[in-house]
């Protein structure tokens, strides 16, 4: 599958993305986790990228798409891919109809996963992430809290707080997504391509897109 995932932050994006990748072998591409790795790695990218992230504002568009012109043209990408966290804009999606005219792509569906902001709130402040960046695995102290406190149940590091994951880097996001991101419904609804999910859970989401696929 060919998917664009769309939601808020905490919407479920990422969770969502990593079970379908289960059903047909199709890859998670996130944009954040592509970001967040190069911060640790202290690469030139990671180094441009860290302000804007830690604030809880979007990386420029042009870094973005560079990254994703890249990305695209890896050989794993064959098989179907999930798009998590991209486009977040809409020039990051004018861009990338472009590119995927261009590399000959057609995408499936753009799926928004349609949560209340209480949820998010909620979701967004008690998520812990595992300090791993191989592993990065995502906990939550109220619903799906590791095994032991503070420690990933997966690889044993420890799991820790994001740094936009503050009250005020949050709100930020969550202002940053109303005004350059929501926009982007509209937008697909217009390619033809949108399917709104009511998340209220993420297998909910999955089955709601397996059965619009036929998967
Ligand atoms: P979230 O949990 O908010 O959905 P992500 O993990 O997708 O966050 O992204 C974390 C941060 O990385 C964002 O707040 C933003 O600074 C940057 N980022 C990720 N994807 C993009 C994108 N497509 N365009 C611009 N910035 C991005
Ligand atoms: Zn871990």
Redo the contacts with the bound molecule.
């Keep these: 599958m060919k998917l664009i995932l769309l939601?808020?932050?905490?919407?479920g994006?990422?969770t969502v993305a990593k079970l379908l990748t289960k059903i047909d072998g199709s890859v998670q591409i996130?944009?954040?986790?592509?970001?967040?790795g190069a911060v640790t790695a202290g690469t030139d990218l990671g180094k441009e990228?860290k302000g804007?992230?830690d604030?809880?504002?979007?990386?420029?568009?042009e870094?973005?798409m560079n990254i994703?012109g890249e990305r695209l043209l890896e050989d794993d990408c064959k098989n179907g891919f999930l798009l998590?966290?991209?486009?977040?804009?809409i020039p990051?999606a004018d861009a990338l109809k472009e590119l995927l005219v261009k590399l000959d792509i057609t995408l499936d569906m753009a799926v928004n996963l349609d949560v209340p902001r209480d949820v998010i709130m909620d979701r967004?402040t008690t998520r812990r992430t595992c300090s791993n960046k191989d592993c990065q695995a995502i906990y939550n102290v109220k619903s799906m809290p590791s095994k032991v406190e503070g420690i990933c149940d997966k690889c044993g590091s420890e799991t820790i707080q994001?740094a936009?994951?503050t009250e005020e880097a949050i709100g930020n996001?969550l202002a940053?997504?109303n005004e350059k991101t929501a926009p982007l419904v509209e937008y697909y609804l217009g390619e033809g391509l949108l399917l709104n999910v009511q998340a209220t859970s993420s297998d909910v989401a999955v089955a709601e897109v397996t059965k619009q696929l036929n998967v």
């Design positions: 939601g808020a932050p905490g919407a994006k990422g996130s944009t954040g986790d592509i970001l967040r990228a804007y992230m604030a809880g504002d979007l990386v420029p568009d870094l973005i994703m998590d966290g991209f486009p977040r804009t990051q967004l994001r936009d994951e996001r940053t997504y």
